[in-house]
């Protein structure tokens, strides 16, 4: 879970969120083109990238970290991937054009970038939360009086 959520999150800032149809001339001589809008050139998409780094770091503390670090991970990875997909829908619902240098924004869409991002989100907090909670159990002390079973808990 944990390795898809990375892979379709750090593929999420290079593949295009947005196109846009852009129509330069009028009349006969009009032309179209499609332009493909990647997230970091969208107003607000550097909060993404951030936000994903910070869910990065919170896996890999959860999945390295001690343990008040793999606790926090465990806790502030699934709120923080929440955030984030309010972030990705706020980005893709109020995007209404970027003004390209001529021509005028005839029309815009989600292209797969947008898709990634919200897809790899809940997979990234869910992971946090999973790998905390299971660093948690394999670092419980040894019971010396045996009256602990692992087996049974």
Not at 19 to 35: D, F, I, N, P, W
Not at 113 to 141: D, E, Y
Request: proline residues 5%.
């Amino acid at each position: 879970m944990a390795l898809f959520g990375l892979l379709g999150g750090g593929a999420s800032i290079f593949v295009p969120w947005m196109r846009q149809l852009v129509v330069t001339g009028s009349g006969r001589r009009a032309e179209s083109r499609v332009e493909s809008i990647t997230v970091l050139n969208l107003p607000h998409g550097l909060w993404y990238v951030l936000f994903l780094c910070s869910l990065f770091a919170l896996l890999g503390t959860a999945a390295m970290g001690v343990d008040r670090g793999r606790k926090l991970a465990g806790v502030a990875g699934p709120i923080l991937s929440l955030v984030t997909a309010f972030v990705v829908v706020g980005l893709i619902t109020t995007f209404d054009g970027k003004a390209p240098a001529a021509g005028r924004v005839a029309d815009t869409a989600v292209a797969a970038g947008g898709w990634l991002g919200l897809l790899s989100l809940p997979l990234l907090g869910f992971a946090c939360g999973l790998i905390a909670i299971g660093r948690a159990r394999a670092s419980l002390p040894a019971d010396p009086s045996g009256l602990y079973d692992a087996g049974h808990a």
